[in-house]
């Protein structure tokens, strides 16, 4: 079965360390990954994704990723984090097929950042 | 990127009533649109997927006479949760694909 695994519910780091958020996902064919963020009561921003290619992402925000086909994983880093990076953010695979527009989701992962 | 706009933001309606809510692509047309809901604290999951000019596809579970989904345009879906219920409350998100999903600023939808 097709599914998307952030293994952290919650994680704290103290203003300016560095970050990393995991995820893992199961699905039959070539995934489309992305990353979201979502702030309380608001949409979902689009952070970055991977379709082909290199598979070290950059994104916005100063968010990069990289898929790891041999460990299914797409993880979420950030070299110093800011304390407007506090939010949920979310993992998502999609199907090759539709380019990514029908979505999987983790659980999600809430950040919190301390000063 | 590809901007959708979803509204209402927020929406309180009596038991019993119906409540439409939109999502427009702004600057792209959009065959595909996806709805998504989502409870506190709790991740996305798909409803239903809407298509322009046909019906809508909608997810296991998912009451097709409860949540309407029409797609009359190439940059607008609505999706109308008919006979609400408090347990209808939510948070209603759509998407639409352009090169990735791009989603709206969701709809708090509180039923009393």
């Known amino acids: 079965a097709q599914s998307v695994t952030q293994p952290d519910i919650h994680i704290t780091v103290s203003e300016g360390a560095s970050l990393e958020l995991r995820c893992n996902y199961s699905?039959?064919?070539?995934?489309?990954l992305f990353w979201y963020v979502q702030s309380p009561g608001q949409g979902l921003q689009l952070l970055l994704k991977?379709?082909?290619?290199?598979?070290l992402v950059q994104g916005i925000k100063g968010f990069e990723a990289e898929f790891k086909r041999s460990q299914s994983s797409f993880n979420l880093r950030k070299p110093s984090v800011h304390w407007s990076d506090a939010a949920e953010y979310f993992c998502?695979?999609?199907?090759?097929?539709?380019?990514?527009?029908?979505?999987?989701f983790g659980q999600g992962t809430e950040l919190s950042v301390k000063p | 990127g590809a901007v959708v706009s979803q509204h209402p933001s927020w929406v309180i309606c009596k038991s019993g009533t119906s409540v439409k809510i939109e999502c427009r692509s702004l600057?792209?047309?959009?065959?595909?649109m996806f709805w998504y809901r989502q409870f506190p604290k709790q991740s996305l999951m798909l409803m239903a997927t809407?298509?322009?000019?046909?019906?809508?596809?909608?997810e296991q579970g998912v009451e097709k006479d409860k949540f309407l989904i029409n797609h009359a345009s190439l940059t607008l879906s609505t999706l109308t949760v008919t006979s609400a219920h408090p347990e209808d409350s939510s948070f209603y998100i759509c998407?639409?694909?352009?090169?990735?999903?791009?989603f709206g600023q969701g709809t708090r939808l509180t039923v009393v």
């Open positions: 998407s639409a694909e352009a090169g990735g999903a791009f």
């Open positions: 699905y039959g064919a070539t995934p489309y």
């Open positions: 991977y379709f082909s290619g290199d598979t």
């Open positions: 998502a695979v999609g199907s090759t097929y539709n380019q990514g527009g029908k979505l999987i």
């Open positions: 600057d792209f047309q959009a065959t595909t």
């Open positions: 809407s298509n322009e000019g046909s019906k809508a596809t909608y």
